[in-house]
């Protein structure tokens, strides 16, 4: 009986074993065939390709120049079970188990082919996408995969901040301000901290050119800053990985490049602890993630800091602890589709943040004040809360 039994089973395992491999020469044969019939100009395959590709893309890898580029892939998470659950903390860890989960089932084919060819590329998963850099040729082969939605640019934006103004000499006895601010008085905020609301309980997230963390109106408020020592995991990243400015890349510490973003966060939440009130809310607590180099933003370093408060990681990355995530991001900055930012490039960030529970709150821009000027991502999308002065 035994002996029966192998003879049949030795045969039967040699004949899976040639549909395997049937299937497998099948599947390569199937994918050369498509790259060929993409290759072929005019073809439908390649026509239903170039579709795919942004024109900035097709622009900026013209005459065999490469450029940085997001592959949007096709399958992306439904989160909209988060709307359900009752709590932040429920909502957020829903969320971004869900893209998470997502971006682990399906990149890994991507990621296996950039990887086999030496291409620079990054992952994200708050948009189930990959950065990537290169020429043409990477971008319509990546487009004519069925798995790919999209391939978007990721343009350098020069965002349109305030010039820093003549530095003064300083008199030798300077006085103590004692005074709210005009523009907090300005939105009635005197009255709501009188009934007791100041923002306590409240973790904000600045998204800007970083933060100076220890200046005297900040420090105190910081997460991170327990009134002895500093900790920065859970409360800092920084998304510049070249460049930088005065604060280089990949800062491990909170720092302003260009006062920018100190200013904005000083607007939220400043305070010097006396009668200098700057802040619309002086007791909620902040966080921050530098977004711009010197002003200057992409997509990519965008949704990096989207998806660090979506689930903040320690400093120089880690494992993300979404019950760390703030419960407002503030962003003074702008993707214009005049320089090369698809209209949905940010949208699903955005609204995954919408989903956990943040309020990504933004700025309307500076392009008004007449009807219809509220025009550049983020300012537009439904999940956005957007200010204009």
Known sequence: ??????????????????????????????????????NQPGSPEQAAALRKIAPWVTEHTAGGKQAEFMVVLA????VSGAAALST??????FVRDALWNKSQTTQGPVLQWLRERGIEHRSFYIVNAVLVK????????????????????????????????????????PSAPATIEPGITYTNAPAVWAEGFTGQNIVIGSADTGVR??????????????????????????????????????????????????????TAIG??????????????????????????GTPARYIECMEFFLAPTPVGGGQGDPTKAPDVTINSWGCPVSEGCSVNTLQAAVEAQAAAGIMMVV????????????????????ASYTVGA
């Open 1 to 38: 009986m035994e002996k029966h039994s192998h003879s049949k089973v030795g045969p039967l395992r040699r004949i899976i074993g040639l549909l395997f491999f049937a299937a497998a020469v099948a599947a390569v044969l199937g994918a050369v065939a498509s790259l060929r019939a993409v």
């Open 75 to 78: 399958d992306q998470a439904d």
């Open 88 to 93: 932040k903390s429920e909502k957020g860890r």
């Open 134 to 173: 290169g020429g043409r040729d990477i971008a319509e082969t990546l487009a004519a995969r069925p798995d790919v939605a999209r391939v978007e640019g990721n343009p350098q934006i020069q965002n349109s901040l305030p010039q820093p103004g003549p530095t003064l000499e300083a008199p030798s006895q």
């Open 213 to 266: 963390w220890t200046h005297n109106a900040l420090k105190p408020q910081y997460r991170g800053w327990n009134g002895s020592a500093a900790d920065h995991n859970f409360n800092w990243h920084d998304s510049i990985h070249t460049g930088g400015g005065i604060c280089g890349p990949n800062s491990p510490v909170p720092c302003d490049d260009f006062f920018h973003g100190s200013h904005t966060t000083g």
């Open 271 to 296: 305070t010097d602890g006396g009668a200098n009130q700057i802040g619309m809310a002086p007791g909620a607590k902040w966080i921050a993630c530098r977004n711009m180099d010197q002003g200057v």
């Open 363 to 382: 700025a309307a821009g500076n392009a008004g004040s007449a009807c219809s000027t509220t025009i550049d991502p983020p300012s537009f999308y439904d």
